[in-house]
C-alpha cells in the first residue's frame, strides 16, 4: 500500500514538475529580480548601485506616484462593477434569443474584444474626433458645444472606461452565458408554474446560481483594469499626461523614458502588491456573500 502511494507521488510530482518549472522560470524569477532591482538605483540595461529603501522613500513622496494611483482607482471603479453589470445584463438578453439570431448577435458583441488596441485607438479616435466625429452629434446637443474629450480632463478616464468597456466586455458575457445555460430549466418551469415575476425568478433562481460567475468576472475585470495601459497612453498623447498618469504608465515612463529602471521596478512591487491584495480580498469578500446567501 505504502508502495503504490509512493507510486502515485511520483507520478504525481512528474506531471507537475514541468508547470512548476516553467512558472517559477517565467514568473518567480523575474519577480525576485523585479523586488531586487527596486532596490538599487539603476538604469534599463546595466549593472546597478545599491541604494536600499530610498526608492520607496520617494516613491511616497512622489506627488506623480498618487496622482497615477489615484486615476487607476478611480478607472477601476468606472469599470469593474459597472462593466460587469452590463455583461449579465447582455448575457441574459442574449440567452433568451435562439438559433442564428443568437449567434449574430452574440458575434456582434464579442467581435470587439479580439480586436488589437490600434484599431480600437482607431476606431474611437474617429467617433470622437473634434472635427467629423459622429459622437460629436451626440455630445454637442446635451453639453452645448463640441468637446475634445482626450484633451479636457475630467472627460479622459470616463470616455477611457466607456470604449473598455465596450471593447473587453465581450469575454464576461461568454462567461455569464455558459453561466446561465447551466442552470436547470426545471427551476424556472416550477416558478412559472407557481406564478413567480420575472424580478422574483431572477431575485431567487438566477441571481443565486450565477453568483459565482459573477465572482469570477469582478476578479479578472478587477486585475484587467488595475494594469490599464494601452488606452490611456495612446489618447493621452500630446496631452497632459501626467494628469491622466496611471500607474502602469508611470512604470513606463520611469524604465523606458527616462531609464530609471530601479524606480520603475519600485512603482511595479507596488503595484504587485495592490494587485494581489485587491484581488485576495474581492475574491474572499464576494465569497463569504454569496455563501450567506
Do not use: H
Not at 496611471?246 to 523606458?256: D, R
Not at 521596478?265 to 480580498?281: G, Q, R
Request: hydrophobic fraction near 55%; glycine fraction near 6%; proline fraction near 4%.
Amino acid at each position: 500500500m505504502l508502495r503504490n502511494r509512493r507510486n502515485e507521488y511520483l507520478v504525481a510530482a512528474v506531471l507537475v514538475a514541468p508547470f512548476v518549472l516553467i512558472f517559477g522560470w517565467m514568473f518567480i524569477y523575474p519577480t525576485l529580480q523585479m523586488v531586487q532591482i527596486s532596490f538599487t538605483k539603476s538604469p534599463l540595461i546595466g549593472a546597478g548601485e545599491w541604494i536600499g529603501l530610498e526608492n520607496y522613500q520617494r516613491m511616497f513622496g512622489d506627488r506623480v506616484f498618487w496622482t497615477a494611483v489615484w486615476n487607476t482607482s478611480y478607472f477601476v471603479l468606472l469599470t469593474v462593477i459597472p462593466g460587469t453589470a452590463v455583461a449579465l445584463a447582455i448575457a441574459l438578453m442574449v440567452s433568451r434569443l435562439n438559433g442564428w439570431l443568437q449567434s449574430i448577435i452574440l458575434a456582434a458583441f464579442f467581435l470587439p474584444f479580439i480586436l488589437p488596441v490600434t484599431v480600437v485607438y482607431l476606431i474611437w479616435d474617429w467617433m470622437l474626433n473634434l472635427q467629423f466625429g459622429i459622437a460629436q452629434y451626440i455630445i454637442e446637443p446635451i453639453v452645448g458645444k463640441r468637446v475634445n474629450v482626450w484633451r479636457t480632463i475630467p472627460w479622459f478616464l470616463p470616455t477611457a472606461a466607456v470604449l473598455t468597456i465596450w471593447w473587453t466586455n465581450g469575454f464576461s458575457i461568454l462567461l455569464f452565458l455558459a453561466g446561465l445555460r447551466n442552470i436547470p430549466r426545471e427551476l424556472y418551469e416550477a416558478a412559472a408554474l407557481d406564478g413567480a415575476t420575472r424580478w422574483q425568478v431572477f431575485r431567487s433562481i438566477t441571481w443565486p446560481l450565477i453568483w459565482p460567475v459573477t465572482v469570477l468576472c469582478l476578479t479578472i475585470q478587477l486585475i484587467l483594469q488595475l494594469k490599464i495601459f494601452d488606452q490611456v497612453y495612446l489618447f493621452a498623447q500630446g496631452g497632459r499626461t501626467q494628469a491622466t498618469m496611471v500607474l502602469v504608465q508611470y512604470i513606463y515612463e520611469q524604465a523606458f523614458q527616462k531609464n530609471s529602471s530601479g524606480y520603475a521596478a519600485t512603482i511595479a512591487v507596488a503595484l504587485f502588491v495592490i494587485v494581489v491584495t485587491f484581488s485576495v480580498l474581492q475574491f474572499q469578500l464576494l465569497r463569504m456573500r454569496g455563501a450567506d446567501k
